[in-house]
Antibody, heavy 122, light 111 residues
């Protein structure tokens, strides 16, 4: 069954910001880390950052430091990825995925959202 | 951050076995079995095939297997089928700084 449901496609102007949501099922945010990955057209997968909702701690890829903010709302089971200073090169499909951390951390992504296309164009 | 190197493409005929390699450059890549492999069909989200180097999640076909030798991890697809035509990505989670890195991806073509 679908376990990660992302928000719909976005079209943004250069210089603006976009916020993509990722709603999880059940108590996923207590048992998983949420990771954000993007994929530019005809390109590979690129890790952006992660949040450990249980601790409220996030870390980011160096490339996106200062431009990306990942948050989580445990009350609604929803994670968010906010990317600012958009440029055309940020046009991509953005995915959320979850990494099991209970009872122990398992270093892989066992479920992915359906992806959100963000188009940056003037 | 480290880089993971994969061949751009691999091909094989139905029924054959093929192997996709993934070479890492850091000491922890060679020291820890934290490589996972993902299959991605066009327009779809990736799906995990292998984790911790050689473990298969429930529901993944036994035709997919993983291994590692030194700084190179490998994904083998046995009994190649038309539906195996897809892009395949290796991935490594760095324990030290909690970063994640993906390989560049390998396009598998079934001839």
């Amino acid at each position: 069954q679908v376990q990660l449901v992302q928000s719909g496609p976005e079209v943004k102007k250069p210089g603006s910001s976009v916020k993509v949501s990722c709603k999880t099922s059940g108590d996923s945010l207590n048992s998983y880390t949420i990771i954000w990955v993007r994929q530019a057209p005809r390109q590979g997968l690129e890790w952006m950052g992660r949040i450990i909702p249980l601790l409220g701690v996030a870390n980011y890829a160096q490339k996106f430091q200062g431009r990306v903010t990942i948050t989580a709302d445990k009350s609604t089971g929803t994670a968010y990825m906010d990317l600012s200073g958009l440029r055309s090169e940020d046009t991509a499909v953005y995915y959320c995925a979850r990494e099991p951390v209970v009872p122990v951390v398992q270093y892989y992504l066992d479920s992915w959202g359906q992806g959100t296309l963000v188009t940056v164009s003037s | 951050q480290s880089a993971l190197t994969q061949p751009a493409s691999v091909s094989g005929s139905p029924g054959q076995s093929i192997t996709v390699s993934c070479t890492g450059t850091t000491n922890d890549f060679g020291s820890y079995d934290l490589v996972s492999w993902y299959q991605q069909h066009p327009g779809k989200a990736p799906k995990v095939l292998i984790f911790e180097g050689l473990r298969r999640p429930s529901g993944v076909s036994t035709r997919f297997s993983g291994s590692k030798s030194g700084n190179t991890a490998s994904l083998t697809i046995s009994g190649l089928q038309p539906e195996d035509e897809a892009d395949y990505y290796c991935c490594f989670h760095h324990i030290s700084d909690k970063s994640v890195v993906f390989g560049g991806g390998t396009k598998v073509t079934v001839l």
